[in-house]
């Protein structure tokens, strides 16, 4: 046992070195080459320079983010050094998801070596986005949270929620699926208990800013409301092959007008239509899944099963977020990687597992392609051409069949728990 151990150990700081030299080697990239960095333009000038000037910038964010992104500016004043500083920050908390997966895989009794290996595999295939956005630290804010839950820990399990919540809007669709783990059993103290510690944390955060300003806090709740159809999603992608043949008349809004809200848009009578109502349609999915996983779960006594199911379901509502938003920037897929990474160790059909991983690894590798032919060899904006948009609908529907999957997982346990002669 104490070898076995001492190879996990030695494998984790392997992949820590590893992961450590990829994140240096974007460092050295953006300095010898001289790119404008998101993390320059956006969270040094837009966001964190005002804020030391004294000055509230636009909340497109919830608040408890700008902690984060407050805290490489303590450390370096200047624009480069602060990009050094955020670079250093996400690395931080990508080894920390890389421990929390080691710590999860003991103790579901799966491979630590593999469950390592897959999460930094998909983790350096999206370094670019880790290291120019901030959606690794609600990722793993969620994965720990999903951590203390398991180790009977609810009370940390739901601040932590809510802090992530709080940091990036996407972990709040968590917080119901958590309180259907005591819902199903009748304990409604536990869920009480729960939904006090999530009221707790988030309303300590956002009354002070409410007290400040009520305008800039409802800021971050409305900014994406009116949003048109980001050139990325789902639905612009299914959507643009009818404007290629003729049958509807679609164009692009480039990111550098106003109103863009900072990304291309796909507009036109259809899109502006179908813009409307995928918010709806969105909310009611993931209220499906949240639905049936308390149906599935109330009914099933196998405690592995109940993990997996609630691994699926967190992996799901992040799924149908993503694929049914009026956006889908390609740094969303970091979201995915901890519950995907559980998944594949989790799921019983080991052959299958693999295909997942493989669809998950070229479909990554098809999201840094699009993005490279995109923006750096097109330019973006109204230079975006057919063979952009089919590329970036083969990467959709890619992360569509992984949905798929998560469903029919769920399915599959559904049908093994009514017939198993042990379900209630």
Request: glycine share 10%; aromatic share 10%; hydrophobic share 50%.
């Given at each position: 046992m104490l070898k076995e151990m001492d190879r996990v150990q030695r494998v984790e700081l392997l992949l820590s070195l590893a992961l450590a030299v990829a994140f240096i080697g974007y460092i050295i990239a953006i300095y010898v080459g001289d790119f404008e960095t998101e993390v320059i333009r956006d969270r040094y000038w837009k966001d964190v320079e005002p804020l030391f000037n004294g000055e509230i910038p636009i909340m497109e964010y919830p608040p408890f983010a700008f902690v984060f992104m407050i805290i490489p500016r303590l450390f370096f004043a200047d624009p480069f050094g602060y990009n050094v500083g955020f670079v250093i920050e996400m690395y931080v908390f990508t080894i920390i998801g890389l421990i929390l997966t080691r710590r999860l895989a003991e103790k579901l009794e799966f491979s630590q070596v593999k469950?390592?290996?897959?999460?930094?595999?998909?983790?350096?295939?999206?370094?670019?986005?880790?290291?120019?956005r901030y959606d690794i630290v609600p990722a793993v804010m969620s994965l720990a949270a999903f951590y203390l839950l398991l180790t009977k820990r609810p009370m940390w399990a739901f601040i932590l929620l809510a802090l992530g919540m709080m940091t990036k809007l996407y972990p709040a669709m968590y917080f119901p699926i958590f309180l259907m783990m005591y819902i199903v059993q009748n304990d409604w103290k536990g869920a009480g208990k729960g939904f006090f510690w999530f009221a707790l944390t988030s309303a300590v955060i956002f009354v002070p800013l409410m007290l400040i300003d009520p305008d800039l806090f409802m800021g971050f709740l409305t900014y994406h409301s009116n949003r048109p159809l980001e050139v990325g999603s789902l639905a612009a992608t299914l959507l643009y092959p009818f404007s290629m043949m003729g049958l509807i008349e679609t164009s692009?809004?480039?990111?550098?007008?106003?109103?863009?809200?900072?990304?291309?848009?796909?507009?036109?009578?259809?899109?502006?239509?179908?813009?409307?109502?995928?918010?709806p349609i969105m909310v009611l999915c993931v209220l499906a899944i949240i639905f049936y996983y308390a149906y599935i779960r109330k009914h099933e006594d196998r405690e592995k099963e109940r993990i997996y199911l609630l691994v699926l379901a967190m992996l799901g509502v992040t799924l149908v977020f993503m694929l049914i938003g009026k956006v889908f920037s390609s740094q969303y897929l970091i979201w995915a990687i901890p519950f995907f990474t559980l998944v594949i160790m989790m799921m019983p059909d080991r052959a299958f597992s693999k295909k997942l991983t493989y669809l998950l690894?070229?479909?990554f590798i098809l999201t840094q392609v699009n993005c490279v032919y995109i923006y750096e060899y097109l330019g973006g904006?109204?230079?975006i051409n057919d063979l952009a948009m089919i590329s970036m609908l083969i990467r959709n529907l890619m992360i569509v069949a992984t949905l798929v999957i998560t469903v029919k997982e769920m399915v599959r346990i559904h049908k093994e728990c009514i017939a198993s002669p042990t379900a209630e």
């Open positions: 469950a390592m290996t897959v999460y930094s595999v998909l983790m350096v295939l999206l370094l670019e986005f880790i290291t120019d692009i809004y480039p990111a550098w007008m106003e109103g863009s809200f900072g990304s291309d848009n796909l507009v036109g009578p259809v899109p502006d239509a179908v813009a409307g109502i995928l918010s690894i070229v479909s904006g109204t230079n």
